[in-house]
């Protein structure tokens, strides 16, 4: 088990630049979850994927955001013409499906985009 | 609408003393978990404990204890004989398991705990 992976770990960007970062999640895990934060707030849902499928996107997720997951394995979340409201750490995280509540999450370090 | 509230910004407590991390949440939906995360500073959510809203038992993981107050909706973590270690940000979450089993988790504010020597 090596965890969540996550690259890069910080990205500086120019506004109006596109940005792509990836999500390595722990290998058996079906469910795959990206989320943003700010300083000082909580973890705020982006969108998830259930193997292959994006099952849900939040209204937060703009139509500058688009993530995939083509195989069902790693994922990747884009960001067209980055605005410098996307300053934020990008968290991902993976879990196995769970008939009940307790599934747990297991989450990446980030990554740290700063949009000048 | 599912909710999650924690009312402290900030907490200070003396090492080896214990201290009580605030939540309360909101749901309609009588099937629903309860977690607490803990994130150092390095950035990565560590999970520490986990409650459902079935369990009689409040939860317990080692020096972490879950105070399950279900009427009253709160979930409140405590943690024994604090560590300098834990200086973290805290936070905690739900998960609903109504229509729609997403897995995803909503978060609530954090809060920011100082283990004093």
């Known amino acids: 088990d090596t965890g969540v992976s996550q690259d890069p770990r910080h990205k500086i960007t120019k506004r109006g630049q596109n940005v792509t970062f990836r999500c390595d999640p722990i290998?058996?895990?079906?469910?795959l979850y990206w989320y943003r934060q700010t300083l000082g707030q909580g973890p705020e849902f982006l969108t998830y994927?259930?193997?292959?499928?994006?099952?849900?996107k939040s209204r937060l997720l703009s139509n500058r955001f688009s993530a995939e997951r083509p195989k069902g394995s790693f994922s990747t979340l884009e960001i067209q013409r980055t605005e410098q409201g996307d300053s934020a750490m990008y968290l991902c995280?993976?879990?196995?499906?769970?008939?009940?509540?307790?599934?747990?999450?297991?989450f990446g370090s980030g990554t740290q985009l700063s949009v000048l | 609408a599912q909710k999650i509230t924690q009312t402290q910004p900030g907490m200070f407590v003396q090492e080896k003393e214990a201290v009580t991390l605030d939540c309360t949440y909101d749901?309609?939906?009588?099937?629903?978990?309860l977690f607490w995360y803990k994130q150092p500073s390095s950035g990565e959510m560590i999970f520490l404990i986990y409650q459902g809203s079935y369990d009689q038992q409040n939860a317990t993981e080692g020096r972490y204890s879950l105070n399950f107050q279900k009427a009253r909706k709160s979930a409140n973590l405590v943690i024994s004989a604090s560590q300098l270690g834990d200086s973290a940000m805290y936070f905690c979450?739900?998960?609903?398991?109504?229509?729609?089993?997403?897995?995803?988790?909503?978060f609530g504010q954090g809060t920011t705990l100082q283990v004093k020597p």
């Open positions: 290998s058996e895990h079906n469910r």
């Open positions: 994927f259930q193997n292959e499928a994006q099952l849900e």
């Open positions: 749901t309609s939906d009588p099937s629903y978990g």
């Open positions: 979450a739900m998960r609903e398991t109504g229509s729609g089993n997403t897995g995803k988790l909503i």
């Open positions: 995280a993976s879990s196995l499906m769970h008939k009940t509540a307790n599934e747990k999450l297991f």
